[in-house]
């Protein structure tokens, strides 16, 4: 199954938010029980951003592609009357 970029993005910072907590049971500072506490915090933390952050992004595209294009001209210029008179000649050719 694959993955939007939205999601991976998300999987990266899930990573780098448990630097500090890894870090710290590294040192010592914490125990494994109080790292297996922030890293399960971490996970939920980041499941649930992803989430509304997949949800975001795609009501944005979707809203995108319902909004008709943008017309340059609203209206169409009205031609002016042609003048009195023959017509022009087209492409340099005297009319017969």
């Known amino acids: 199954m694959k993955t ?13 938010a448990l630097v500090p907590t890894s870090g710290m049971l590294i040192a010592g500072n914490i125990t494994p029980q ?3 506490v922030r890293a399960a915090i971490t996970l939920l933390s980041v499941l649930i951003l992803a989430r509304v952050a997949t949800w975001g992004v795609g ?38």
């Open 4 to 16: 939007g970029p939205v999601r991976r993005a998300a999987g990266a910072v899930g990573l780098l």
């Open 34 to 36: 109080v790292a297996a």
């Open 59 to 96: 009501w944005i595209a979707d809203a995108a592609q319902r909004r008709p294009a943008r017309d340059p001209s609203p209206e169409p210029a009205v031609a002016a009357a042609p003048p009195a008179g023959s017509p022009p000649a087209a492409g340099g050719v005297a009319p017969r």
